[in-house]
């Protein structure tokens, strides 16, 4: 019954957009602190954007700062990624994590209450 799952994923050309959406079931996302993973093949897991428990500030990556932009829609349950101006290192499995505000030490590191499942985006030509 508790639920995290990502949508939106799918093939895109250079220089493209897509939006992913990470809708919560189950608990209330608003409870929660929501980052977005991915993760490329043969390679680790790396922070896309990590909430402070500080202020609520969102870190984005260096490599997407400027074109990814977290928001939310706590009508909807559900916290979504805009993503722009893509580039074809953007491919990977991305995935949005959810852990209670008082669980957050360090962006991005550390243990998370729930995982989606993962969306694939490829950006290719």
């Known amino acids: 019954q508790v639920r995290l799952v990502e949508s939106g994923g799918g093939l895109v050309q250079p220089g493209g957009s897509l939006r992913l959406s990470c809708g919560a079931s189950?608990?209330?996302?608003?409870?929660?602190?929501i980052d977005w993973f991915r993760q490329a093949p043969g390679k680790g897991r790396e922070g896309v954007s990590c909430?402070?428990?500080?202020?609520?500030?969102?870190d984005y990556a260096d490599s997407v700062k400027g074109r990814f932009t977290i928001s939310r829609d706590n009508a909807k349950n559900t916290m979504y990624l805009q993503m722009n101006s893509l580039k074809p290192e953007d491919t990977a499995v991305y995935y949005c994590a959810a852990r209670v505000w008082r669980r957050v030490r360090v962006r991005c590191l550390g243990e998370y209450d729930y995982w989606g499942q993962g969306t694939q985006v490829t950006v290719s030509s």
């Open positions: 909430l402070s428990r500080s202020d609520g500030s969102t």
């Open positions: 189950g608990f209330r996302l608003d409870y929660y602190a």
